[in-house]
């Protein structure tokens, strides 16, 4: 595999010099000249749901696992290095606590919702704490499963969310020869309505009525706590602890504050006509323990718009459902140990938090490649370390590697203007989430099926569940990704939408930068093997490509 994994030992007999000789996934057999040999069991073999520490992986050497936050244990966790060069049986079975299920909670047919799924919509929405919401929406040539980032309780109207933005497709598995950025704002009682907008900020919007499902998660990972007190929140966010209804948090320099933020997407009228209003604006909460809100909203051609102070306490629902795993500032050899741990989880379908500094984030997209683990989070802005906003107000975007690397771009909001690309060595301290994901299936570059099955997946979409894609690169770059949403054709096939992650370059030395004009990316991956992207600026214009040199694609389903 990797330097990293390919570890190589010395062993010096008298008089004579060792060879080392390496098998794949397997042990070492290390000789000297005389033909004594010395057996090597290699790393021990990864379980899932456990840490392993060891300090030696030659004969009769021990291994001690021991099961992960997330998950209840059963054994001892010993495992000894054999004269076979293999490692004993383990005896530990560890088991996951963090479960989570998903209840079709009502169904809107074109017209109406029943009353009675819609009081029953609204209690599940009003008495969890922040739930995660999803929608399916069928459409006359696919269906739709949607993440919804923003909903609430209308009095008379039932419920509402708005989608994540997305760009405009022109099938089930392709976007547009132009695509317009896509707003979709679903209502319980069966409408719909859309805005597309260019970018030259000219918009339309229509309304539809559809047939929309809608899933509520229950999700025993978050903590029903609401206390905004600073210390219980650095407490838990040190222990990885990270509330999901915000996309990163910021730290002030003295600990004083912490500030939570989210993209909370694009103007809409909430309390008469639940519609789209234009001229449209997007805006950003930023809600802090010292008990202010910020609201920072632009317009979508770039015009900085306004910035509103509130009084508002920020609650606080910790998940609970995430072990920290390593700092970059640990010592090298703890580090070789727990970046495969890291390494070995993303295979598994785990995604990872990371802090850097004063920065809190979860992964947007996981990269493997060259004996590291390089994470891109999701956009944030500046100033992070203030709890306010103002007219000079940023984008940002973080790159982090295991090597301890970190890269920022700070860009011009609504504009293809790069302000600055900084690199700088910083500790960061990394998290691997608790949950488990099942490997529902894993195709090739031409969909045909290397393992699991297409109808368990559409199963698990039809429920509403949350899916993860890994693509393995003939090249060896395994990228694990979030999906967003999920089209599925007539015929069955999925498609995996990955919306706004920032453009990377990929070199060896774990070299991963930005491009120079931090462009982003919308991703297109299906059932069939294809993997297409978009690539642009705001206000620049963009590019389609297909990606080549895929060799497999596995998706991983949260259970």
Same mark, same amino acid.
Request: with cysteine.
């Given at each position: 595999m990797t330097k990293v994994w390919n570890m190589m030992q010395k062993i010096k007999g008298k008089g004579s010099k060792s060879s080392v000789h390496h098998l794949k996934d397997g042990f070492n057999m290390i000789t000297n000249k005389s033909d004594i040999a010395i057996v090597d069991c290699g790393f021990p073999p990864h379980q899932d749901g456990a840490k392993v520490d060891y300090t030696s992986t030659t004969f009769n050497a021990k291994a001690n696992y021991l099961c992960v936050k997330g998950y209840s244990s059963l054994g001892t966790g010993k495992a000894v290095c054999l004269s076979n060069g293999t490692w004993s049986e383990i005896d530990l079975v560890c088991s996951v606590s963090c479960h989570s299920s998903w209840q079709q909670v009502a169904t809107t047919t074109a017209s109406t919702t029943p009353i009675h799924q819609r009081y029953a919509l609204r209690n599940r929405i009003s008495k969890t704490c922040k739930p995660t919401v999803r929608v399916k929406a069928d459409f006359s040539s696919w269906s739709r499963a949607a993440y919804i980032s923003l909903y609430g309780v209308k009095m008379y109207s039932g419920i509402w969310g708005m989608t994540v933005r997305g760009l405009t497709?022109?099938? =089930?598995?392709?976007?547009?020869?132009? *695509?317009?950025?896509?707003?979709?704002?679903f209502v319980s009682d069966g409408k719909s309505s859309y805005m597309f907008m260019n970018d030259s900020g000219n918009e339309t919007i229509s309304t539809m009525h559809l047939n929309i499902t809608w899933f509520v998660k229950n999700d025993q990972c978050i903590s029903t706590s609401h206390s905004s007190d600073t210390g219980s929140v650095l407490t838990s966010l040190s222990e990885g602890e990270f509330d999901p209804f915000f996309d990163t948090y910021h730290v002030d320099d003295r600990n004083n504050t912490v500030c939570g933020q989210r993209t909370v997407d694009v103007s809409h009228e909430e309390y008469e006509r639940l519609a789209f209003y234009p001229p449209p604006y997007w805006f950003i909460h930023k809600d802090c323990t010292s008990g202010r809100q910020h609201v920072l909203r632009w317009r979508l051609t770039g015009e900085f718009m306004n910035t509103e102070p509130r009084n508002c306490s920020m609650s606080w629902c910790p998940d609970t459902c995430w072990h920290h795993v390593f700092d970059t500032?640990?010592? *090298?050899?703890?580090?070789? !140990?727990?970046?495969?741990h890291l390494f070995r989880g993303v295979q598994y379908g785990h995604n990872i938090m990371l802090k850097v500094a004063h920065v809190i984030a979860k992964a947007r997209e996981v990269i493997l490649f060259d004996g590291h683990v390089t994470v891109g989070v999701k956009e944030f802005w500046l100033p #992070?370390? !203030?709890?306010?906003? %103002? +007219?000079? +107000?940023?984008?940002?975007?973080?790159? #982090? +590697? @295991?090597?301890?690397?970190?890269?920022?771009?700070?860009?011009? *909001?609504?504009? *293809?203007? $790069?302000?600055?690309?900084?690199?700088?060595?910083?500790?960061?301290?990394?998290?691997?989430? %608790?949950?488990? =994901?099942?490997? $529902?299936?894993?195709?090739?570059? @031409? &969909? @045909?099926?290397? %393992?699991?099955?297409? %109808? @368990?997946?559409?199963?698990?979409?039809?429920?509403?569940?949350?899916?993860?894609?890994?693509?393995?690169?003939?090249? &060896? $770059?395994? !990228?694990?990704?979030?999906?967003?949403?999920?089209?599925?054709?007539r015929n069955g096939q999925i498609a995996a939408n990955i919306i706004h992650n920032v453009d990377l370059v990929i070199g060896r030395g774990n070299n991963v930068r930005f491009t120079d004009t931090c462009r982003m990316v919308s991703s297109i991956i299906t059932t069939e093997g294809s993997y297409k992207i978009y690539t642009y600026n705001i206000g620049a214009g963009g590019n389609h490509s297909i990606v080549t040199g895929v060799a497999k694609i596995e998706w991983f389903v949260e259970l």
């Open positions: 497709k022109l099938s =089930w598995d392709s976007f547009e020869t132009s *695509p317009q950025r896509e707003y979709e704002l500032k640990a010592s *090298p050899t703890n580090n070789e !140990k727990h970046i495969r #992070a370390d !203030k709890d306010a906003f %103002s +007219s000079g +107000s940023l984008q940002a975007w973080m790159i #982090a +590697s @295991t090597s301890g690397r970190v890269v920022q771009c700070t860009h011009f *909001p609504e504009s *293809p203007h $790069v302000k600055e690309i900084k690199e700088e060595e910083k500790y960061s301290a990394w998290f691997l989430d %608790s949950r488990q =994901w099942d490997k $529902v299936l894993s195709t090739d570059d @031409t &969909g @045909t099926v290397l %393992s699991g099955s297409k %109808s @368990t997946l559409l199963s698990n979409v039809n429920e509403g569940r949350s899916l993860r894609v890994g693509v393995l690169h003939t090249n &060896g $770059v395994y !990228k694990a990704l979030e999906v967003d949403t999920v089209d599925v054709s």
